[in-house]
Every structure is written in C-alpha cells, then in structure tokens.
C-alpha cells in the first residue's frame, strides 16, 4: 500500500485506533458486496491526461496540494491537473452524474451553481483513479464466417474488429459473447480488490507516533462512508444498505462521541475477504448458467424485455430494467410498468420504435439500428453507444454519444453534450415532442426545461483508453467528428400518441423546451402551409364526386408512403395494443 505522509499530524483528528475484532464477510448471498455500476458505465471520461500511469502517487500529490481545500471548483481542477476549464468543468459535472449521495452539495446544485458546490476532495480522487479502468473486453467470436463481412480493415493491430463499423461490431459479438452482467461486475470487482490497497491508502491518513507504512494508516467512518462511490451492499430488488452500516468497525459507535478511526489494514482485509466471497458467488452463478440450457436471449433474434426488478424499491437500489432484441414492432413502456427499475438498457433493437415514457436515473442505448427511441425524462445520464440511423428523443440532465454513425438527436439536456469515439454523421436538433406526464417526469428527474444545450456539443478524442476493442495500442489520436444541427427546414415535431385519451394523467400540452428562433419559424411557416392547403382543398370548385375522388387520392397516396416507410407496423402495433 501506497503510504502518505504529513508533516504536523492532528492527533484529535487522528486518534490510534482501538482494538477491533477482526472482521469477516457477510455469508448472506443476499447481502453480498457489488460494485456501484454507475461511475464504471458514465462516469469514465476518454481524457490523456487523467489517465496515470501510476495513479496513487499522483493523486497523494493532488491530495495534499488541495488539502487545505475540501470542495474543489473547476478552476482549482483545471490548475491541478492542467487541463483547460472546459474539460475540468466536464469532470465536475460527470462525477456529480455517478456520486452515491444525492445529498452532496455538487448533486443538488443549479448548473450556475456548481463551482460554488465544488466537489469533495475524497469524491474527486477516487474518481480520477478508476480512470485507469479497462473495460472487459468480449469473448473470442467461435464462427469467424459470420463476421467475413465487413468494411474495410484500416488496422493491423486487432485483425477484423477494427474494420467492423459500430453496429457490425456488436453485431459479431452477439450475447452469447458479449460479456454478461455478471462477467462485467466480476470485472469490476477484480479491479476493486487488485486496486483497494492504493484507493485506501487515499482516504486513509496516518497516526501520529506510529511511525510510517501501512500499518500506520487508519480510516475515519466520514472517510471509509466515501468507499460508498465505489461498492455497496444489497442485492437486486433490494435496498441499498451502506458500507457503514454494514462493516462492523463503526456498528457500536456512540451518536454523541467520534467514531474511533479503523485501521487501514483491518478495513482492507475485511472489503477483499467479502470482494472474494462475492466473486465466488458470481463465478458459480455463472458456471450454472453456460452448463445450463442455453438461454433465449442469447439468440440473435431474440425478443425479449426482461425487467430486474417487479416490486417497487427506492431509486438507490439496483433494479434496472432491460429492453433487448426488439425488432420490426412499437414497444411502449410507462412509469407504471417500471417501478423498482431506476434505470434502462435498450439493447441490439432493429427498425423498431420504443416509447419509454417514465422518470429514470439511469439509461443506456447499445447497438440499435434503423430505430426511433423516445426516453421520457433522464436525471443522471444517458449514454448511446454503437448505433447506426437512429433518432433519440430525450429529455435528460446529461447525454454521451459514442461511436454511431448516422444518429439524430432531439435532445432537451441541461448539461453540454459529451461526443466520444468514432462517430459519423451526427445530427442534434432541439427537442420535439411531449406526452402529458412529461413534465412531471422532468420535476421528478430534477431536469429544468429553461436550459437546454442541445446545440453545445463537446467532442473528444476518438481513441478511448478504456476500450480497447473499438481502439487498440497504437492507434494515434484525434477529436472526434461533431455533430451538425439538423436544418430547422428539416425539423418536424414528432407526435406521441395518447394511450390514456380523454383519462390522460398528466397535463403536458405541449413541448416544455422553448425552441430557437430559427425553429420556431420554421414550425410557423409549416402550420401556415398546411393550413393555407387545407383551405384550397376545401374551397376548390369541385363536384362531389370529384371530391371523393381527390379523398381517395390522397388517402391512397398516403397508404403507400405508409407502406414504403414501414410506419404501416407502427399503426398496426399501436391497435394491439
């Protein structure tokens, strides 16, 4: 472990640690140890130079360069780390988009409020360490032929998954081979426990006349409650419980008196023995599954929506609802229909058009095609990965788009749109669309339909660190391709329909994001137009039977672009349902 030093040590804040019993892990399968998933799948950020290449020295300097301060603006980032402002004020807005606590300060703050808020020194160093995380990479595809087809390879490096374009790359590694849930948080937690003496050796500090090293160190309960950023206890469906609740180095501390500090040691031993404990779990979980029959969302024209989580259960716990191989069909979920989820994962859908109409935390888009996705309100994040010709439609706090080629994105989002990867063709426009609960949704989510930045988008570089299948070493780096605006002449509302009728719930009536001028205009001049038309097919000078025959030309005009744009399937799944 990693040891730092200071020179004029508080012995009343650091008081030597009482002797404790020595800990063991929690045998209860149902309370077993995760990996908080959040800061893993939004909160890693494809930026150089917060990539160390030995974080813990580094950040112990950090740490004791600020340690006069404990909240951190963007400036004294942007200083510390020598990054500009913009990307230091992309950190700050990220983190405050994974944090365990939405009490803090930097969760709750207005977007004009977040440098007065700043972040938590200990919240920000363990945040900048996990960007050294490698995401898990795939299995090794078993059928090579059904990946011959492929755009042309541009890299020696990682053979034919360099040439593959996003989709294709999903694609050739479909669920069978893609890592599972359970593969990506055994990942996760391997990380955890190979980098926990170094994250410790963090937060801890050490004992005045204790001499040096790790035995030295001890962890406050405040300092070990910042472990909460990284792991949890709980199981899905169930309430999230806290580290300090459930370790049981701070259980019999008096509410009047400060707790006494555990050591660093004693706390490292107990969260490996009960990492070890979760990650035999997993690993049998998993042995039963590939030795059982295999399961039908495996195949690759799976359709199936499978929903983690039935009963309700407050936002911190770990239901998540998944939305996967969808294909050719309208697919409509409501708030109702997901209580105890707190998230969504729209997964490998093809020319299909999904409504998910509900207040969320969390949502993820991942190798859809030739799709139009409608995400209610999203308080957290939102990440679309991997798609081709797809149009989103949200509203949401914050938006990342990596590696899609051919998107549109009607977007109401009060942070700065983050572009990452290698994409193609992308388009933003503002928002354009609402349903009648939308807007209580949005109070629910904490979006504010004052601010919208649709059109700022911030485009990093193409190569991510932390992938690399889609980038393999060596490949050099550049920003990657922004996002055009769609052409307000191009610009169409998009209509919602109204399940409810006249029992509508909510009282949305129209788009909450006020549209730019340019828009604004645009949707006028179409109105007039179609009002103008209306009026002469009313008023023309015809006899009746020419009439019907005019009626029957224009609704046989309109049957055939109904059949050539397959929005036919959409009417016909809307009657069903």
């Not at 939004?42 to 340690?67: C, E, M, W």
């Not at 040096?212 to 169930?238: A, I, N, R, W």
């Not at 609802?321 to 969808?326: K, Q, T, V």
């Not at 649709?454 to 490949?475: K, N, Q, Y």
Request: glycine letters at 4%; hydrophobic letters at 35%; aromatic letters at 6%.
């Amino acid at each position: 472990m990693t040891t730092e030093t200071t020179s004029t040590p508080d012995p009343n804040t650091n008081p030597a640690p009482a002797p404790a019993p020595t800990p063991t892990p929690n045998p209860n399968p149902s309370s077993l140890i995760h990996p908080r998933r959040e800061p893993f799948e939004h909160g890693l950020l494809p930026i150089p130079k917060l990539i160390f290449p030995d974080p813990t020295p580094t950040l112990i300097q950090l740490k004791q360069q600020l340690s006069t301060h404990n909240r951190v603006n963007s400036s004294l980032l942007a200083d510390s780390l020598q990054i500009s402002t913009d990307h230091a004020r992309l950190i700050l807005d990220t983190l405050a988009s994974v944090l365990h606590s939405d009490s803090d300060p930097l969760v709750k703050a207005r977007s004009d409020e977040v440098d007065s808020a700043g972040a938590d020194l200990r919240d920000l160093i363990l945040f900048l360490y996990i960007q050294s995380y490698k995401k898990l990479l795939p299995r090794t595809h078993k059928d090579a032929a059904s990946v011959a087809d492929v755009w042309p390879s541009t890299s020696a490096f990682d053979g034919y998954l360099s040439a593959l374009s996003p989709l294709q790359l999903v694609r050739s590694n479909n669920r069978r081979f893609m890592p599972s849930q359970a593969d990506e948080e055994a990942h996760q937690l391997s990380y955890l426990q190979k980098h926990m003496a170094n994250i410790l050796s963090l937060l801890a500090e050490p004992v005045e006349g204790e001499g040096e090293g790790e035995e030295s160190l001890v962890l406050s309960m405040e300092g070990f409650e910042h472990l909460g950023f990284l792991l949890q206890f709980g199981d899905k469906g169930s309430e999230v419980v806290t580290l300090s609740q459930a370790a049981p180095f701070f259980a019999n501390s008096d509410p009047d008196m400060p707790a006494v500090p555990a050591p660093a040691t004693q706390v490292h031993d107990w969260i490996s023995q009960n990492i070890a404990s979760a990650l035999e779990h997993i690993t049998e979980r998993i042995s039963a599954k590939e030795n059982g029959p295999a399961n039908s969302s495996d195949s690759d024209v799976a359709m199936t929506d499978a929903c983690t989580s039935s009963i309700k259960t407050p936002p911190s716990a770990r239901g998540s609802c998944f939305i996967e191989g969808i294909s050719k069909s309208s697919f409509v979920k409501q708030a109702s229909d997901l209580k105890g989820s707190s998230s969504v994962k729209v997964l490998n859908c093809h020319d299909s058009i999904l409504y998910i109409l509900a207040p969320l935390r969390y949502a993820t888009i991942y190798g859809c095609s030739d799709a139009t996705i409608v995400l209610g309100a999203v308080g957290k994040a939102v990440r679309i990965e991997h798609c081709e010709r797809v149009h989103v439609i949200t509203a949401a706090k914050r938006v990342c788009i990596a590696n899609c080629r051919e998107c549109v994105f009607f977007l109401g989002v009060n942070q700065r749109p983050l572009i990452v990867g290698d994409n193609h063709k992308l388009q933003v426009a503002p928002y354009n669309t609402f349903y009648s609960e939308l807007e209580e949704h949005m109070a629910d989510a904490g979006i504010d339909a004052t601010i919208n930045r649709w059109d700022e988008t911030l485009a990093l570089g193409v190569v991510d660190p932390h992938d690399s299948l889609s980038h393999p070493a060596g490949v050099s780096d550049f920003q990657a391709e922004p996002a055009a605006r769609v052409d307000p002449d191009q610009f169409t509302n998009f209509l919602i329909p109204n399940w409810f009728g006249a029992e509508s719930p909510g009282s949305t009536k129209d788009n909450p994001f006020q549209l730019p001028e340019a828009y604004m205009a645009s949707q006028q001049r179409n109105q007039k137009n179609l009002a103008e038309t209306k009026k002469l097919l009313r008023e023309a000078p015809l006899e009746e039977n020419q009439k019907r025959e005019l009626s029957s030309a224009l609704h046989l005009l309109f049957k055939d672009w109904l059949y050539a744009s397959g929005n036919v399937r959409q009417l016909y799944c809307l009657q069903g349902d």
